[in-house]
């Protein structure tokens, strides 16, 4: 970029600046990817009569900035030059707002196709489609896919992702069968709306039918197919994933690092995610979200002194911790029964990380107490909170009366948890077993009568194990 400033130095004294050719190409070597996008727009800006190829690379590269909004303002003082917008303007503009989650803006601007008569254009036409779909506007989405003439690819992906984001993901299924061609991000799309707790099963299975069609999977896929795996405690079918990754040579990134770590954690196999954590960390794919989900891992199966060994050699990696680490932290020493340590380190997160506190760190630090049997001191926690607690933090105040016999405690934690979230069937259970544990019988059937009279359901207890590789879902 210092050569280029000195070159279009050169330009302006010698009067070639104003030259549309060679305006042309400084901004798109300024918009090129890594380089400085806002002197491309500064170049545009300050042209006499930039051209709409100068506009819309600048528009482009801005789109794909961490500030997509700036792409709306360059997009601004254009409606205010002599050059008018074109189909190649508005697919950036559309990204955009898909990034910046303004659907409504997105719709003004859709509005705006439709005067200039460009909403026949595919290229555009998809473009809007998936600015409804990443911005959970599903019928609109849909009614824009119902005016394709034609098959079309990308506008049955757009399609997909706005029916899984809906909820409607049977749907979303039937767009993707009824596909006479489909790419890998067809497969991708289908599988990621499958990712969700209750169908992650038809993920797992839908990745071996894309494997029995002979398609080879991206990074996204493989993700989705982890996350799944994690969710089900489907071991053998994560390795089998982590073994396709290494045999066909898959590129690792720090996504793919992550979920494989992930999936290790929550299947059991913590010296498996700590063997993988530890050959990314060498290879330098291991980012921030790798080592949180490691610590969040050891936390969990009460390896807290290797956790905390972990967060102390972060800057020595060059990292800082974010709201997530510290929520694995605070975890950690909750489950150790370090309770000092855990108000510590909150005390610190503002002051010498620049992190506030959210309602999930309060949730950690009231769990930490409470298990540590410090009720009162946990209470005084919520009590003083700066936002509105809600029905996790007093249920975990709630679990640790349960564990220390507290009834009075218990029972203004579960008046408090109830009126946050009636339907919280758990506030109940654990009220009544408080209640029982004191001594309370009686109380406690109240307690168990209320809830039916409030037609409060009790959630079945799940658990999942795997045999062979397929997983066995038992229900109490």
Not at 31 to 58: C, I, Q
Not at 171 to 179: C, Q
Not at 367 to 387: K, N, Q, T
Not at 407 to 427: H, I, L, T, Y
Request: hydrophobic letters at 45%.
């Amino acid at each position: 970029m210092a050569h280029l400033r000195q070159l279009h130095a050169a330009l302006v004294k010698s009067g070639l600046a104003e030259d549309p050719i060679a305006a042309s190409r400084a901004v798109v070597f300024c918009a090129g990817e890594g380089r400085d996008a806002a002197y491309a727009a500064r170049l545009v800006r300050h042209h006499p009569k930039p051209n709409s190829f100068m506009w819309n690379t600048a528009i482009r590269a801005l789109s794909d900035c961490p500030g997509p909004d700036a792409a709306v303002a360059l997009f601004l003082d254009m409606l205010r030059s002599h050059t008018p917008p074109e189909r190649r303007t508005f697919p950036s503009l559309f990204a955009a707002y898909a990034r910046l989650g303004r659907a409504d803006d997105g719709a003004a601007l859709h509005g705006m196709v439709l005067k200039l008569g460009l909403a026949g254009d595919a290229y555009t036409r998809n473009s809007m489609i998936a600015m409804y779909a990443s911005c959970g506007r599903a019928d609109e989405a849909l009614a824009l896919f119902g005016q394709c003439q034609e098959f079309d690819v990308v506008a049955c992906n757009s399609a997909i992702v706005a029916l899984a984001r809906a909820g409607r993901v049977d749907e979303a299924r039937a767009v993707f069968d009824g596909m006479p061609a489909r790419t890998v991000a067809t497969w991708s799309a289908m599988v990621s709306a499958y990712s969700r707790p209750s169908r992650c099963q038809d993920a797992v299975d839908l990745f071996s039918a894309m494997q029995a069609d002979g398609v080879e999977p991206n990074a996204n896929v493989l993700v989705s197919v982890l996350g799944c795996c994690a969710s089900l405690g489907a071991l053998e079918q994560g390795a089998w994933v982590h073994a396709y990754i290494d045999r066909r040579g898959v590129a690792m990134n720090a996504l793919v690092v992550t979920a494989l770590v992930d999936m290790y954690c929550k299947c059991g196999s913590i010296h498996k995610a700590r063997q993988v954590f530890d050959t990314s960390r060498l290879q330098g794919f291991a980012v921030l979200s790798s080592w949180n989900t490691m610590m969040l891992g050891l936390a969990a199966h009460g390896q807290w002194q290797e956790a905390l060994a972990l967060f102390s050699e972060l800057e020595t990696y060059g990292l800082g911790p974010d709201n997530v680490t510290f929520i694995a932290i605070l975890v950690t020493y909750g489950h150790s029964g370090m309770a000092d340590e855990a108000k510590a380190l909150f005390a610190s997160m503002a002051s010498e990380y620049g992190v506030t506190p959210g309602i999930e760190h309060y949730g950690c630090l009231v769990d930490a107490l409470a298990r540590a049997g410090r009720l009162r001191e946990a209470e005084d926690v919520i009590r003083a909170m700066p936002m509105k607690p809600d029905a996790a933090i007093w249920g975990a105040l709630l679990s640790g009366c349960r564990l220390h016999g507290d009834a009075k405690a218990g029972a203004r934690a579960a008046r408090e948890a109830v009126e946050c979230d009636p339907q919280d069937s758990g506030a109940y259970v654990v009220a009544a077993s408080v209640l029982a544990r004191d001594g309370e019988v009686g109380r406690g059937l109240g307690v168990r009568g209320k809830m039916r009279e409030e037609g409060v359901a009790k959630v079945p207890g799940c658990s999942m194990i795997e045999v062979n590789g397929v997983v066995h879902e038992f229900v109490s």
